[in-house]
């Protein structure tokens, strides 16, 4: 059986997660925990993986005092920047046999938006993200988008290509975030759960890429997956994205 704990266990999903692995016939669930909590209570002894869904502001002072407890992390936090990613990856590197893995989305339907935008986005002038999510989402835009739009700017700069096109002037925020060049809009709705559509444009054509979670049980199977991984001793190191356990 692997032991899982979860860290933000009272939370949308932590409690999502606490169920899932109750459910799971190769899990059980070690400790369940929350804000004001010692996360000292999560060692090696009771956990073979750590599952965090929690606040951006506390992910990262989390992540690294679970690394040093000295137990495996699956995250999927969001608020991830490089300086924070690059600080995991220093504490990794003092314990190479451990691995942190970080998610910005668990549903394999936006891991596939994502996965296809990347081949799709050399083929268009334009591109832009449109994110919607439910009103008490405390960050914008969402983890998905950035990556989303992070792996659009990658895949047209080695394609060579220049920017997209924009004769804006002014737009007093109209225009929305952007990231790498990717302009990206969050859209914060009662009703909604987890939404992105990719918008790709040339000449005369548009293609459009949508994934919804409804749900949030979308997240499950790729928590366990991603859990299930992590257990093992395979991925060492950080490791972000469910691409990489999925046979793209
Ligand atoms: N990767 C994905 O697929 C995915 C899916 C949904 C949500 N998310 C992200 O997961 C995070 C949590 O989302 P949510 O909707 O569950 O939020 P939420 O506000 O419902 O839950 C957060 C929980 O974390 C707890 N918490 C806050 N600070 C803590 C700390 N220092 N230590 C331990 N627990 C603490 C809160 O008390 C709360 O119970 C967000 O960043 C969200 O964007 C990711
Ligand atoms: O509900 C949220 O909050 C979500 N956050 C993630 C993000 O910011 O991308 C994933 C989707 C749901």
Redesign the pocket.
Known sequence: MIRVSVVGAHG??GSHVVQAVKNAPDMELALALDAGDDLAQITPENTDVAVEFTVPSAALDNVLALVKQGVNVVVGT?GWTEDKLNQVSAALTERPAQGVFIA??F?IS?VLADYFAKIAAPYFESAEVV?L??PD?V?AP????IHTAQAIAAAREAAGMGLVPDATQSDNGSRGGVVDGIHIHAVRLRGL??HEEVLFGNAGEQLVLRAD?FDRSSFMPGVLLAVRKMAGDTYQGLTVGLDNFLDL
């Open positions: 949308r999903m969001t910005p989305n549903a936006a994110e999510h439910h989402k960050d969402s983890g998905t988008a759960n987890a979670s």
